[in-house]
């Protein structure tokens, strides 16, 4: 009896994969050459997206055709044109843009962990040099900070509205490992009865000062400069965020920031962690499941953690409740854990 030709072995998907540097790179060059941008300002041929973005013809023709395969233009005829993804993402008119994240996300400290894996296979954690992200007052934070405040801009709103839907109570709030500031300053932004303390490094604080400024809560918005195991948190807090920071550590490191967090926290007072959170089958959804390979080569010790483990995590660590909420249309989920 033949095979099903649906039933075949192909090479295809190895080929795919063995290639797929070249689906970054491409978006890299159209996001650098602002193809996007000039599709969006009504180029729409080979030849007018060129002239746009001084480039050659031919080169744009191969591009575009690439991104079209890539799903991220359409095509009709000799005519591209956006997305609905690329229009709200890719645009830079779009206050949605996306684009500067890629200065972190490209950042050699992220991507050059990879040339790396086989060694962090083989050790459980990155095999670059010193720590990877996590070595103290990484320059990459600030990086970070600037690269990615658009990305977090409508999460962080989404966050507010979630943890406190009412906004009509005084709350103190800090914010650890805040980098943009941009969570803290949502909650401020959400209730005007609401005081910000954001705890980072010195020169990723800047930053946040900058956009708490920026966005009229400067007045409701301190900082506490440092590293969020050493410094002295205070006490008396209503919320405490931690949002992207458990998964650069291994869990007994998670359940030191966790006890302090729950010491710093008022009676009835919250931890409000934001994660790429995998099912228990630690392969789905993919996008969550997946990061734990970043952890893998860039951090020592650090994972994607299942809600049963932050859960754990959290009760080692004092806290009498965790329940698990979607943060749409993110594919981060948030934990929020009770004193």
């Not at 997206?49 to 001084?54: D, P, S, T, V």
């Not at 890629?102 to 962090?120: H, R």
């Not at 995590?313 to 004092?318: D, H, I, L, S, V």
Request: with cysteine; aromatic share 8%; proline share 6%.
């Amino acid at each position: 009896m033949s095979t099903p030709a649906s039933q075949q072995p192909s090479p295809q998907l190895f080929f795919q994969t063995m290639n797929a540097h070249q689906r970054t790179e491409a978006l890299k060059t159209a996001i650098e050459l602002e193809v996007f941008t000039a599709i969006a300002e009504g180029n729409t041929t080979a030849a007018d997206i060129a002239k746009r973005c001084q480039a050659s013809e031919k080169g744009i023709r191969i591009l575009c055709d690439y991104l079209t395969i890539m799903e991220m233009l359409t095509k009709q005829g000799k005519n591209y044109g956006l997305t609905l993804d690329s229009s709200v993402f890719l645009d830079k008119r779009s206050p949605a843009y996306l684009g500067g994240a890629v200065e972190f996300l490209g950042d050699p400290i992220l991507t050059g962990g990879a040339k790396y894996m086989t060694d962090a296979v083989r050790k459980g954690g990155t095999a670059m040099p010193d720590e990877g992200t996590i070595a103290p007052d990484n320059p990459v934070w600030v990086t970070f900070a600037r690269a990615m405040a658009a990305l977090m801009n409508m999460p962080s709103q989404v966050l507010a509205k979630l943890v406190d839907p009412n906004a009509d109570r005084k709350l103190k709030i800090l914010d650890i490992a805040a980098g943009h500031g941009l969570f803290g300053i949502a909650f401020a932004k959400n209730n005007p009865q609401a005081e910000v303390t954001a705890l980072d490094w010195k020169a990723v604080l800047e930053v946040a000062r900058d956009n708490a400024q920026k966005a009229g809560v400067a007045d409701r918005h301190s900082t506490i400069e440092g590293s969020a195991f050493d410094v002295d948190y205070g006490t008396g807090y209503d919320l405490v965020l931690l949002t992207n920071f458990l998964h650069h550590f291994d869990p007994p490191t998670c359940e030191i920031i966790l006890r302090k967090v729950h010491a710093a926290l008022a009676v009835g007072g919250r931890a409000v962690t934001l994660e790429f959170i995998p099912n228990e089958d630690r392969v789905t959804p993919p996008d969550s499941a997946g990061f734990s390979m970043m952890m893998l080569i860039s951090t020592p010790s650090g994972d994607a953690y299942t809600f049963s483990e932050l859960e754990r995590m959290a009760a080692n660590a004092g806290f009498s409740r965790s329940t698990l909420h979607p943060l749409p249309p993110t594919f981060q989920q948030v934990v929020i854990s009770e004193k």
